[in-house]
């Protein structure tokens, strides 16, 4: 069978599952370019704010302000940016802007999620109609007289049909388990860097406040 046929052999079931095929396609094409983004700058970004931290508080806000595309820029932002805040306080920040960025770091997992489990069962309703088509086209008294157009098509349509909903399903399946292996990297890292972050604020700039009060 031609590739240009299969489509067409796969019966009305190839409608729904062209398109699941092209929204995982621009999905997936949108998360690469997403997490690509992120491994390429965060790293050196977030150590280089961390080093201008121990010295100079405002510099590193002024780098993570310049590089507020990424997730942990932002978080780090949030607990930053308020004016004086004790160690409990600065904590609470980050864990709230930790939460409100996930998310953005599992956009579309919902949507990976329905076109994983919806493709077999189209597939599947795919090749209940191919038999049913198959079944009508036989004439179990007269089998010189039965369709033979219509049973091979018919079980054409079942077998193509299945054959689309699972590459489809686990097509999307690897591609959604490795964006949840990033994203639980992602929220690792943004852990350890929020940790090293409040061990600066308590070392370097509480301390500096509550010795400038004694004074």
Known sequence: MAIDNIWTAGGIVSIPLLAFSLLAVALIVERVIFWLKIKRQQKGIVKKALSLYRTDAYSAIALLKKN???PIARIFLEALE????????FRLALDSATQAEIPTLRKFGTLFQT???ASPLLGL???ILGLIQSFAAMD???AAAANSAGVTGGLSEALV???MGLVVAI????FANAFRGLYLREIALI???GGQLELLYRRYHQGAKEYATHQ
């Open 171 to 174: 097509f999307t399946l690897l």
């Open 68 to 70: 507020a595309q990424l």
């Open 115 to 117: 076109i994983i489990t």
């Open 191 to 193: 852990q350890e860097y």
């Open 82 to 89: 308020l004016e004086q805040p004790t160690s409990d306080e």
């Open 140 to 142: 179990l008294g007269d």
């Open 125 to 127: 309703l795919g090749t």
């Open 161 to 163: 049909s299945t054959v």
